[in-house]
């Protein structure tokens, strides 16, 4: 079955720059989204179609995307922040079937 | 303003029957695909399925086909996701979600609670 393969963990510091990564075969042919999840809360859509973000999500979030890698950046990361980040796409078989990475926990120092 | 309202937490038998519901508001409930999503105890997002209200057309994924079933009821702009017989296994938060046809999932309900226990 298809996966998509994030790093279970990311730290830094406040003001710097936090970069999580997802990885899948099918990613050159499928877009990329990202999840915030804060304990205890639902999941909230900050990066969609790779890197294109909703209206109310700050500007220092932002998307990218490269061969087989899509990455999620935060610039200038506020304590707020600290979530779990959950990247979803889909197969390319024609399945429509949708896939979420297994998360990464960005820990704010 | 777009809204998915679940119902509450639930706490079963093991071998108990259960529906747990969402009920949309804000948007036209039968154009947007419904969503359902698993999340257990201290782990990561599952996709289970989605559902298009309109007709009812339904697609599965391959972990979660023929061990629950999701329905909607358009006229009253509810989707559901039901378990003929639970097992302790199924303890998580569920969480329904509008699917955009383009492949995001945005808004999410608030999350129901299921826990199976003897």
């Known amino acids: 079955s298809y996966e998509l393969t994030q790093p279970p963990s990311v730290s830094v510091s406040p003001g710097q720059t936090a970069r999580i990564t997802c990885s899948g075969d099918?990613?050159?042919?499928?877009?990329a989204y990202w999840y915030q999840q804060k304990p205890g809360q639902a999941p909230v859509l900050v990066i969609y179609?790779?890197?294109e973000r909703p209206s109310g999500i700050p500007e220092r979030f932002s998307g990218s995307s490269s061969g087989t890698t899509v990455t999620l950046t935060i610039s200038g990361v506020q304590a707020e922040d600290e979530a779990d980040y959950y990247c979803?796409?889909?197969?390319?078989?024609?399945?429509?079937?949708?896939?979420f990475g297994g998360g990464t926990k960005l820990t704010v120092l | 303003e777009v809204q998915l309202v679940q119902s509450g937490a639930e706490v079963k038998k093991p071998g108990e029957s259960l529906k747990i519901s969402c009920k949309g508001s804000?948007?036209?409930?039968?154009?947007?695909?419904i969503g359902w999503v698993r999340q257990m105890p201290g782990k990561g997002l599952e996709w289970m399925g989605i559902?298009?209200?309109?007709?009812?057309?339904?697609r599965y994924s391959p972990s979660f086909q023929g061990q629950v079933t999701i329905s909607a009821d358009k006229s009253i702009s509810t989707a559901y996701l039901q378990w003929s017989s639970l097992k302790a296994s199924d303890t998580a938060m569920y969480y329904c979600?509008?699917?955009?046809?383009?492949?995001?999932?945005?808004?999410w309900g608030q999350g129901t609670l299921v826990t199976v226990s003897s």
């Open positions: 179609k790779d890197s």
């Open positions: 804000g948007y036209s409930f039968t154009s947007y695909w």
């Open positions: 099918a990613l050159p042919k499928q877009y």
């Open positions: 979600v509008r699917y955009d046809p383009s492949g995001w999932f945005d808004p």
């Open positions: 979803q796409s889909a197969d390319s078989s024609g399945t429509s079937y949708v896939v």
């Open positions: 559902i298009y209200p309109g007709d009812s057309d339904t």
